[in-house]
């Protein structure tokens, strides 16, 4: 299923960090991305946070948590693969 919403910037430090807020029907939350660079390798710190937002979502929560879950840390596998690239 698609449900839509924003996702915006809140916080940049270019090549280190930066922040997303995402806000949709369901859910609220944010994601953060830390760039640490330890001699010839980069440290890389990816968090998420999720809020349930109304009634239903609190009833689907665990089922969009698990969702959500299972695809995120292929999701940043990929994306610190794309760094190297």
Request: proline content about 2%; overall charge negative.
């Amino acid at each position: 299923s698609t449900h839509n919403g924003i996702a915006r910037r809140t916080a940049v430090l270019e090549g280190r960090h930066m922040t997303m807020e995402i806000d949709t029907d369901l859910i609220a939350g944010q994601i953060a991305v830390a760039l640490e660079p330890d001699g010839d390798h980069t440290g890389v710190t990816v968090e998420m946070t999720m809020l349930s937002k109304g009634l239903m979502s609190v009833v689907l929560f665990p089922v969009i948590a698990g969702a959500v879950a299972s695809g995120f840390g292929q999701t940043v596998e990929d994306f610190v693969g794309g760094l190297t690239d």
